[in-house]
């Protein structure tokens, strides 16, 4: 039988520019505690790890083969691959599909709400 996908979620709340984990998502909202705008965006995991054993959610920036020139990549979920990639500036925007690459090369570096200054990195 197939392992089955764990799916999750974390989600940026935007009045304290701070990074819900799932545990605490699950555990405000069951509460009352949140409310749908006071988030900018709810990332999934992609039910992946890179090199390290780091979860790798929708929204990480990713450092890896591609990256010779410094460019980093950002996960991101793709409708006309069912299912999660990257893009990066290094290929022209070109989009990578997880399904086709070994994660044991990339490194997740940060995410786009926490560490924008390394996609500025031009």
Request: hydrophobic residues 35%; charged residues 30%; positive net charge.
């Amino acid at each position: 039988m197939d392992k089955q996908r764990e799916i999750k979620f974390r989600a940026w709340r935007k009045e304290e520019k701070k990074m819900l984990k799932w545990e605490h998502i699950a555990v405000a909202w069951t509460a009352g505690a949140l409310k749908d705008d006071q988030f900018t965006v709810v990332m999934q995991y992609t039910g992946l790890k890179d090199k390290n054993g780091k979860e790798i959610y929708e929204g990480d920036i990713i450092k890896g083969m591609f990256s010779l020139s410094g460019k980093m990549g950002v996960v991101k979920y793709f409708e006309k691959y069912a299912g999660f990639g990257f893009t990066t500036e290094y290929w022209g925007k070109m989009d990578f599909n997880f399904k086709n690459n070994d994660l044991s090369r990339y490194k997740v570096v940060g995410n786009v709400f926490e560490n924008p200054e390394l996609l500025s990195n031009k």
